[in-house]
């Protein structure tokens, strides 16, 4: 197995990227970020894929921050508040990246999603978790807030349970996942998400791409965007991809009872 701490395989036009230090719980450190942020920019010019899983290895998703590395790295000396807050902007942007991924994003998830973990769960666009899974946004534990997740938890789950969540630091299981919303799919065990995963991935290529990367920039544009604004944007997006070869590529295969050229 690789030493490395992010491990990125693709197969059949999929992308599955392990987080790979379970000696820690995976927690995110600067070089974790640093190589996810570097491996999703390097995804994106992929012209194949159809879509991405994170998950973790050594039965844990990812526990957040590396702790540790906060002691070292932000309270060491000469560190200030711009240094710190440079560093954290960067986490936000890992965040921002896997939100704004131009095809689904699926995280499956096991073990443990705390603070950060959870964090980036939410950023996904489909989340599979298991029964057992251990959820908190434990950040306020620490004496820190939850800053750079705050507006993807917010996004998965609204308003008031997002600051419920936040402000407590309750845990809680993949069934409450399931109920609040956080989650998409249940499965008692590791084998039954996968199955519900490789479903997830046969439903996702009987769409098509550039339809699907267009789809999430209108549902992503619809949080800031309003009245005849909004539906100019999501009118040009349409536009592109009526008049693109796959939109024209589409609506022949429908017209003549066929199968479209990307579920081939």
């Not at 439903?203 to 920039?217: E, F, L, Q, W």
């Amino acid at each position: 197995m690789s030493d490395l701490p992010i491990i990125c395989d693709i197969d059949d036009g999929w992308a599955t990227i392990w987080l790979n230090r379970p000696e820690v719980r995976n927690a995110l450190s600067q070089e974790v970020t640093d190589l996810l942020l570097s491996t999703l920019n390097a995804l994106r010019d992929e012209p194949e894929l159809r879509g991405l899983t994170i998950r973790g290895r050594g039965g844990t998703f990812c526990a957040g921050g590396d702790i540790k590395g906060f002691k070292s790295n932000m309270q060491g000396d000469g560190q200030g508040v711009d240094d710190v807050a440079r560093t954290s902007a960067q986490a936000g942007e890992l965040f921002s990246e896997i939100n704004t991924f131009p095809h689904p994003v699926i995280m499956l998830v096991d073990g443990a999603a705390m603070a950060g973990g959870m964090g980036m769960v939410c950023a996904g666009d489909i989340v599979i978790v298991v029964e057992d899974t251990k959820f908190a946004l434990t950040e306020t534990t620490l004496g820190i807030p939850p800053a750079q997740i705050a507006p993807f938890v917010m996004q998965r789950l609204g308003l008031s349970t997002a600051r419920r969540l936040m402000l407590t630091a309750a845990r809680f299981d993949g069934a409450e996942a399931l109920r609040i919303g956080l989650a998409d799919f249940m499965a008692p065990d590791l084998v039954n998400a996968e199955i519900i995963e490789a479903g997830l991935r046969k439903d996702v290529k009987k769409c098509a791409p550039g339809a699907n990367s267009i789809t999430k920039d209108i549902v992503l544009a619809a949080r800031y965007l309003r009245g005849e604004e909004m539906r100019a944007y999501a009118g040009h997006g349409f536009a592109r991809a009526m008049l693109s070869d796959e939109g024209r590529e589409g609506v022949s295969a429908f017209i003549e009872k066929r199968k479209p050229s990307w579920t081939q």
